[in-house]
């Protein structure tokens, strides 16, 4: 009768962990050696720098820092986010498997210029 109990438990983590904070918590774990740092730092009501130019497939580690209050990093196309408190690094692992231009953006509310926070990602051949 042990395997239903792990089972539910695996559903309820994975169902938890989709959930709010969880989703950004799977792409802050060790970040592959090969991976490009990029630092960016988002500060009321901007991020700098405003553009990344990424690689199709290949894997950046985005460091980001605020020094001023809780922010968000979300690109909606990679579905990849995280939430950036002020003081401590956080870091977001993309690999963009798609050419273009994407937005990312603070998601969250952090004052009267939050609406204009964001920047884009290119992503070249
Ligand atoms: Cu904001």
Not at 75 to 96: K, N
């Amino acid at each position: 009768m042990r395997a239903p109990v792990v089972a539910v438990a695996a559903l309820t983590i994975g169902l938890c962990g989709g959930l709010g904070y969880g989703m950004a918590a799977w792409a802050q774990g060790p970040a592959p050696k090969q991976a490009r740092l990029i630092k960016v730092s988002a500060k009321k009501f901007e991020f700098s720098p405003r553009q990344l130019v990424l690689k199709k497939g290949e894997t950046v580690d985005v460091e980001l820092v605020t020094q001023d209050v809780v922010m968000g990093f979300n690109v909606p196309d990679m579905a990849a986010r995280a939430t950036i408190v002020p003081g401590q690094s956080v870091h977001v692992l993309l690999t963009p498997q798609k050419v273009g231009t994407f937005t990312f953006l603070c998601d969250v509310f952090c004052g009267s210029g939050h609406e204009e926070m964001d920047g884009t990602i290119m992503v070249t051949e």
